[in-house]
């Protein structure tokens, strides 16, 4: 099969699942649209990929023996390490808001269509490609005391502590940083933050955005993120480029 011309070129992705026959199926699928694919059954099988590769996106099932996915992806995140989707059998509303609780920046049930899973993926990376015109343009923004680097990708606080962000937070971030004072619904941070071309749920937004709120608090101790019932969220503060 020929690679689709859309996916981000050797993109390295890593599935971590025990199950050999659909790990082998999904890498299969994945490397025939253009991406480069290793899969781990475990959390130490995992390390020792990410230790000798530059791994941008984890698809991590739950429901592994030893270390399972939701600690495996809980010390991800204190570490500040790749996106991460969740795949799992476990596919009611509170599992995966709970996976996206704790740093998933995607959550898929088991079964799932190679398609969507696809879709997906190309979503999360797509959140983390900065176009090299907008890098220059943009290099940072500054807002409450808080120093965004774009190229970086990393945002300081009022202290000078580097606050850490998910894939998703960083792209949702970044929306309302462009668009300062401006009213912005979950459908329009679906597109400016993931893009158009996948279905997620809106609750993905809700909690991704809480957790940005709870990370981003003014010197008053107030919220910078306002939510305005029925309309949408809003970043009501002053943004200079830097």
């Known amino acids: 099969m020929r690679a689709d011309t859309q996916a981000f070129p050797m993109s390295?992705?890593?599935?971590v699942d025990d199950d050999a026959d659909l790990c082998s199926q999904t890498a299969a699928y994945l490397a025939d649209h253009g991406y480069e694919v290793r899969t781990a059954a475990n959390a130490t099988e995992m390390q020792r990929v990410l230790d000798v590769a530059d791994i941008e996106l984890i698809l991590l099932d739950v429901m592994l023996p030893g270390e399972d996915g939701l600690s495996i992806c809980r010390r991800l995140r204190r570490t500040g390490g790749p996106?991460?989707?969740?795949i799992s059998a476990?596919?009611?509303e509170i599992d995966r808001v709970l996976g996206l609780e704790l740093g998933a920046d995607d959550y898929l049930p088991k079964p799932c269509s190679p398609r969507e899973l696809l879709a997906r993926v190309?979503?999360?990376l797509r959140r983390g490609e900065s176009g090299a015109e907008r890098q220059t343009a943009n290099l940072g923004y500054e807002f409450?005391?808080?120093r965004l680097d774009v190229v970086r990708r990393q945002l300081r606080g009022p202290n000078g502590v580097v606050v850490l962000l998910?894939?998703?937070?960083?792209s949702l971030l970044r929306a309302f940083l462009e668009r300062p004072g401006r009213i912005l619904s979950r459908e329009q941070l679906l597109d400016y933050a993931r893009g158009?071309?996948?279905e997620v749920f809106d609750r993905a937004i809700d909690v991704q955005i809480s957790r940005l709120r709870r990370k981003l608090v003014a010197s008053s101790g107030e919220a910078l993120i306002t939510?305005?019932?029925g309309a949408g969220y809003m970043l009501d503060q002053r943004v200079t480029r830097a």
Do not use: K, S
């Not at 996106?83 to 969740?86: F, G, R, S």
């Open 144 to 146: 409450a005391g808080y």
């Open 122 to 124: 190309r979503a999360v």
């Open 83 to 86: 996106a991460v989707i969740m």
């Open 90 to 92: 476990l596919g009611d």
């Open 166 to 170: 998910t894939a998703g937070e960083f």
């Open 227 to 229: 939510t305005l019932r």
């Open 12 to 15: 390295q992705i890593l599935i």
């Open 196 to 198: 158009v071309e996948t």
